[in-house]
């Protein structure tokens, strides 16, 4: 089974302009599409893994082989948190439903939320995401992470994510990182967010 690269479920110009086409367009079709052909690279000798979902690579790295690893690292990761980025991004929506009642009861008020994300992110250091995701426990919590490794690799569930490499960025914002970060809070698909929510409250990963 390949993996393949996954539509982007809008115009690459639906986002501006908080996130501008070029940027969009470069981002989904040079970068993601490199690390799709990466890890297929990395898996075309095992046809055993070649059967597995991403998330269950993810999941279960320490079995891997370790000719592999880094690259379904890398690359695997690169992939599952750019599926998730292009279906994290719409305009226009407000957070509601469970998710928002659960981080105002985690960080006492949506503001405070987003303050902590927003410095999180800002003060990211080097490549990387910051992450709001639900724990063991099933509580959700921030989580910044190098490079392009996934919450999955750290038994964690992923709701929320924003790509704080500079590819994502430097077209628009330059080295503007809070500027960017403030953009994204007028572009996320809560919708989408609250139903990883409500699925991870019962162990799914959307």
């Given amino acids: 089974m390949l993996h393949i690269l996954p539509e982007i479920p809008y115009a690459y110009n639906a986002l501006e ?12 079709t040079k ?7 990466k890890l297929n690279a990395a898996l075309e000798n095992h ?3 070649q059967e597995k979902t991403l998330h269950e690579l993810l999941g279960k790295m320490e079995l891997l082989p370790e000719t592999i690893k880094t690259a379904v690292r890398n690359h695997g990761g690169g992939h599952a948190n750019h599926t998730l980025f292009w279906q ?7 957070p ?4 928002l009642t659960s981080l105002v009861d985690t960080f006492g008020s949506y503001g405070n939320f987003e303050k902590e994300f927003t410095e999180g992110a800002a003060g990211l250091f080097g490549s990387g995401w910051m992450w709001l995701v639900l724990d063991e426990k ?5 989580l910044p992470l190098p490079n392009q490794d996934s919450p999955i690799m750290h038994g ?7 790509d704080v490499w500079e590819h994502a960025y430097y077209l628009k914002y330059q080295n503007r990182r ?10 996320i698909n809560w919708t989408a967010v609250n139903d990883r929510y409500e699925a991870g409250l019962e162990g799914i990963i959307l």
């Fill in 17 to 28: 302009p908080y996130i501008d086409a070029e940027t969009m367009k470069i981002h989904h």
């Fill in 31 to 37: 970068h993601h599409q490199t690390y799709v052909d």
């Fill in 47 to 49: 046809k055993d893994l």
């Fill in 88 to 94: 994290t991004l719409k305009t226009g929506e407000k």
């Fill in 96 to 99: 509601d439903g469970k998710i």
């Fill in 138 to 142: 099933r509580k959700p919590v921030l």
């Fill in 156 to 162: 964690k569930i992923p709701l929320l994510g924003l």
């Fill in 178 to 187: 809070p500027d960017y970060i403030k953009a994204f809070f007028k572009i």
